[in-house]
């Protein structure tokens, strides 16, 4: 398993940087075919924000991605909560894995894959007064049921998941309603 620190406006020290390959490292535990894992530091240079040390880490699993951030007023603090959060996320995301494949009987089918988040741009907020295309991203369509859709937006912790659906063989997208359950958008095309 390979890890991978960056740091945005933070020195990262030796000790920093063993503290996060022992607290990281925790996580193999919970599943061998973690493939990777990235930890970005940042410290926010605004003093009107009170938890200015965030850490985002993303896990690589069996080409899905896991995802989790914190931030708080320590540094060591943001990353004890973030693994903490991470132990949980992969603790879900094996039982959901496990108890699907015995649903379905087919253990080699593997769930899509979900491009990581990209960072870009000065990170400056730009001021319009009207509602604009903020950031534009390209995302792989993979193969998955809306089951298996739902599930990894779960894990990447967002309100929505753009998939395609081998069953239609049409790009579905699967949300989270404001009820708690889920949603499902299927293309109908008009003659």
Known sequence: MEIA???KN??????????????VGRLQ???DSILAIDVTLTVEKNRSIENTQRAEVTVHVNGNVIRAEESTVSMYSSIDIVVEKLERQLKRYKSKIYSSMRDRKRSSKEIGLVPEPEYGGNGEPVDHSEPYIART???I??????SEATLQMELLGHD?????NPESGNVNLV???KDGNYGLLEPETTA
């Not at 369509?141 to 809306?146: D, F, G, I, V, Y």
């Open 160 to 164: 929505f998941h753009l998939f395609l």
């Open 29 to 31: 535990k919970y599943l």
């Open 137 to 139: 991203k390209e995302v």
């Open 175 to 177: 949300y989270r309603r």
């Open 10 to 23: 933070v020195e990262l020290s030796d000790s920093l940087k063993e503290y996060i390959d022992e607290k």
């Open 141 to 146: 369509l993979r193969p998955m049921t809306p």
């Open 5 to 7: 620190i960056r740091g």
